[in-house]
């Protein structure tokens, strides 16, 4: 089991930065791939960003490629998310989320560990 917390969310107005990090202990975290999702109120969670051990490949929801850019340091066991040119529809909660599961960084359900979650708002 990995146990994250997030940090890093806020409150900020469209065309602002936000960058979120995650910290994980617990299971050896460079064999485990990380992601994020986020849940608007009333909507499903949904896939954001992950990035696999190895950190050398990323995968990006369409509504944020080019914009967020998620990394991590294995060395601190830390994920980041930058978030740039942030708009009223990215105002959600983001979830830190961890799996060993190969190939399945889209899905939800290959995650087996979760953060508390942290507010991102996005005014306009």
């Known amino acids: 089991q990995v146990q994250l917390v997030e940090s890093g969310g806020g409150s900020v107005q469209a065309g602002g930065s936000l960058r979120l990090s995650c910290a994980a202990s617990?299971?050896?975290?460079?064999?485990?791939?990380m992601g994020w999702f986020r849940q608007a109120l009333g909507k499903e969670r949904e896939f954001v960003a992950a990035?696999?051990?190895?950190?050398?490949?990323?995968w990006y929801a369409d509504s944020v490629k080019g914009r967020f850019t998620i990394s991590r340091d294995n060395a601190k066991n830390t994920v980041t998310l930058l978030m740039r040119s942030l708009a009223p529809e990215d105002t959600a909660v983001y979830y830190c989320?961890?799996?060993?599961?190969?190939?399945?960084?889209?899905?939800?359900?290959?995650?087996?560990?979760w953060g508390q979650g942290t507010q991102v708002t996005v005014s306009s």
């Open positions: 989320a961890a799996t060993t599961t190969l190939g399945y960084y889209r899905d939800k359900y290959a995650y087996t560990d």
């Open positions: 617990g299971r050896t975290f460079s064999r485990t791939a």
């Open positions: 990035i696999p051990w190895s950190g050398l490949s990323t």
